[in-house]
T-cell receptor, first 113, second 113 residues
Framework: GDSVTQMEGPVTLSEEAFLTINCTYT??????LFWYVQYPGEGLQLLLK?????DKGSNKGFEATYRKETTSFHLEKGSVQVSDSAVYFC????????????FGKGTRLHILP | DAGVTQSPTHLIKTRGQQVTLRCSPK?????VSWYQQALGQGPQFIFQ???????QRGNFPDRFSGHQFPNYSSELNVNALLLGDSALYLC????????????FGDGTRLSIL
């Protein structure tokens, strides 16, 4: 079945470091791909999405590119801040309305000042 | 404009009991999806309601049931509670047209003793 695999955490970085969180997927057809973020004490928020191959989603300095050939959607940010500390979920959807989301297990990110 | 609201925030039950969780969707949304997020895991899709009918269902037993009301609000019912049902239950709303991303509520934390 459809699934998402992302790197295990926690990931600990210093402020202004470069961030990569790896994500690969298995799906039939052409899924939409997402990164969601869960800040401490808050609900899930959509961070960015991409709906077709080679699309790049971006938001708040984060980027991810839909790579169909490697079935990957790695999350990157050039210079992280303490406020980026959160749990990040890679996810996919194969429905037309993108409303049945399959999530990875999440990666906890700690940014040290 | 209120987002997705869930009640209660926390709930404690014992094995064998039944529980009802409630969700009010974001204004303008008519579709409600429910997810279960166990500790340290990503959310798992339970089911989705649209036009007061269950439209999609994930891999959850019949003990999990739901309902959607004419005002689009929804309930999640779980019967014969098991220890393994302890989790954060998330509600997400979206438009049936699929032209907007899902919005998640802050969840109900259910603990089974």
């Amino acid at each position: 079945g459809d699934s998402v695999t992302q790197m295990e955490g926690p990931v600990t970085l210093s402020e202004e470091a470069f961030l990569t969180i790896n994500c690969t997927y298995t799906a039939t057809g052409y899924p939409s791909l997402f990164w969601y973020v869960q800040y401490p004490g808050e609900g899930l928020q959509l961070l960015l999405k991409a709906t077709k191959a080679d699309d790049k989603g971006s938001n708040k300095g984060f980027e991810a590119t839909y790579r169909k050939e490697t079935t990957s959607f790695h999350l990157e940010k050039g210079s992280v801040q303490v406020s980026d500390s959160a749990v990040y979920f890679c996810a996919l959807s194969t429905t037309n309305r993108d409303d049945k989301i399959i999530f990875g297990k999440g990666t906890r990110l700690h940014i040290l000042p | 404009d209120a987002g997705v609201t869930q009640s209660p925030t926390h709930l404690i039950k014992t094995r064998g009991q039944q529980v009802t969780l409630r969700c009010s969707p974001k204004s303008g949304h008519d579709t409600v999806s429910w997810y279960q997020q166990a500790l340290g895991q990503g959310p798992q899709f339970i089911f989705q309601y649209y036009e007061e009918e269950e439209r999609q269902r994930g891999n959850f037993p019949d003990r999990f049931s739901g309902h959607q009301f004419p005002n689009y609000s929804s309930e999640l019912n779980v019967n014969a509670l098991l220890l393994g049902d302890s989790a954060l239950y998330l509600c997400a709303s979206s438009s049936g047209q699929g032209d907007q991303p899902q919005h998640f509520g802050d969840g109900t934390r259910l603990s089974i003793l």
